[in-house]
């Protein structure tokens, strides 16, 4: 195998020497530096930090393992610290069946007799060399080239037994009652990628079979992982008109679990996201399998492809009353001062109250944010989103963003408007595309203010 200092002194083939590029644009050729740059920051940003990635039986089912080693596999090269904890669900109901034997639940729980115990360590074992092997790869002409990822696995897991629920003795099935955190760290110090299987050994050396979700949310909050990602079978968390919910709260998970309207799945993944949040993983993620690249597209893009849970700070993000008026000019008096906002009369502010959102904090207003639905086009325009001086880059401009995109996803619009002077970069930043006066729907056009010549972002929502 060519080695990398062979690789990075090696010539440029002759199409990569002409100073025209062949078979592509110049445009092309902007394109992918462009984007390369833009995910600068997440690289600086995620180095050194810790993930774990929960992955379901269902993807290795269904031959999705290559494509999302490769993509762990880089991200490992970039820094980040990641933990894999595998699933093995259908591998035993296959096993099961090979055997004959029927698959055996209670309350959606497997009962683990001794023959499904044998069938549950088979097909960890199976997994776990599959796992190690497409770690192993390094062809050339692939992502993997030149990788030298290192797997580790051990007993990491200490187990209990569920024991007796509803008069049914769960036999071999297990929840993790304890991990082996420092052991997980220092394998992780070293440069290794560390591989958990859904398998937990009590002191007396009996062996139990666990859930995927159980041990990788137990394995994220005793490492203090700074994200739990769950790539499921799932698309996400629904919300009520059915689309995919991007982020919810923990008040907002508790709620959804409390309603007991998702299905058996979902269900089990949110409460395990939501444990891991509670716990103290800051975000825990909940994607679909079934789109390519999903945990890339999860990381690095601001959008994401699933659902993230978020761990609940002492701020609140809720809709403003008419109680909430001072605190809200308070922040935007000075900005209309300096012209950063639009200068707005209080009774117009009053008039429009229920359109703002707010974060608070132990009772002080220091984040705002309003959506105004410009009908009849069924799009939006956000405005008066700021963050008061000592609170900014904290993170708090974007959760309004969000939420004002949530907000305005679930009241049926397509297009979120903003017109900004100053601050075009940030939004550019975070998904908006520049637009010009020309593209506002009309019922907005007419309004526009030509002497201030405000720059038109758009998002598609
Ligand atoms: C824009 C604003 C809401 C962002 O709030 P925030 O809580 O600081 O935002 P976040 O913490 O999510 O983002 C902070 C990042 O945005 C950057 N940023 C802040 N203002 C920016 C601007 N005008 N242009 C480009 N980037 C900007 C910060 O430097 C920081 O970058 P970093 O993450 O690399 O350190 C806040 O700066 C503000 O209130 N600005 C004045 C009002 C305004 O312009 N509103 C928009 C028009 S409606």
Redesign the pocket.
């Known amino acids: 195998m060519e080695s990398i200092e062979a690789a990075l002194h090696a010539p440029f083939p002759p199409s990569r020497q002409n100073a025209e590029p062949l078979g592509e644009t110049l445009v092309e050729r902007d394109q992918f530096v462009t984007w390369l740059r833009a995910v600068a ?1 997440y690289i600086h940003a995620f180095r050194g930090k810790t993930f774990v990635v929960g992955v379901g039986g269902e993807m290795i089912a269904a031959g999705m393992l290559e494509a999302l080693v490769q993509d762990l596999s880089l991200l490992n090269a970039i820094g980040m610290r990641i933990v894999v904890v595998h699933g093995s669900r259908p591998q035993v109901v296959e096993q099961l069946r090979l055997r004959g034997v029927e698959d055996h639940y209670v309350r959606g729980l497997r009962v683990t007799d001794a023959i499904a115990l044998e069938c549950a360590k088979e097909a960890a074992g199976e997994i776990r060399l599959d796992i190690e092997a497409a770690f192993s790869q390094g062809l050339p002409n692939t992502p993997m080239a030149h990788s030298t990822v290192r797997v580790i696995s051990g007993n990491f897991v200490t187990a209990r037994p569920v024991g007796i629920v509803d008069g049914v003795d769960h036999l071999h099935t297990g929840v993790a009652r304890k991990i082996d955190a420092q052991s997980i760290r220092f394998a992780l110090q070293s440069g290794a990628i560390v591989l958990v299987s859904p398998l937990g050994f009590s002191p007396t050396g009996e062996a139990f079979n666990l859930g995927m979700e159980d041990v990788a949310a137990a394995t994220a909050i005793a490492i203090d992982a700074d994200k739990l990602v769950f790539v499921t079978e799932v698309p996400g968390v629904p919300g009520a008109d059915d689309q995919v919910l991007g982020e919810v709260s923990e008040a907002d998970a508790t709620r959804i679990l409390a309603a007991g309207e998702l299905d058996c799945d979902t269900e089990c993944y949110l409460r395990q996201a939501l444990r891991a949040c509670e716990g103290g993983v800051a975000r825990a993620h909940i994607i679909p399998f079934q789109i390519n690249g999903s945990v890339l597209l999860e990381l690095f893009r601001h959008d994401g492809v699933g659902t993230m849970v978020v761990e609940e700070t002492l701020e609140a993000l809720r809709e403003a009353t008419i109680d909430d008026l001072g605190g809200i000019l308070a ?2 008096r000075p ?1 209309e001062e300096d012209g ?2 639009v200068p707005r009369e209080h009774t117009q502010l009053e008039r429009e109250i229920e359109s703002f959102s707010v974060i608070e904090h132990d009772g002080v207003i220091f ?1 705002c ?1 309003s959506l105004r639905v410009l009908a009849p086009e069924q799009t939006g325009e ?8 000592g ?11 969000r939420h004002i995109e949530q907000r305005a996803r679930a009241a049926g619009l397509t297009r979120l408007y ?13 998904g908006f595309r520049q637009g010009t006066p020309d593209d506002l729907p009309a019922s907005r056009r007419d309004s526009y203010d030509w002497r201030r010549r405000s720059q038109v972002l758009i998002k598609v929502l």
């Open positions: 920051p922040i935007i900005l950063t906002l984040g944010a956000m405005y008066c989103l700021a963050v008061s001086g609170a900014q880059t904290q993170g708090d401009g974007e959760r309004l963003l903003v017109l900004t002077t100053r601050t075009m970069h940030w939004f550019l930043k975070r």
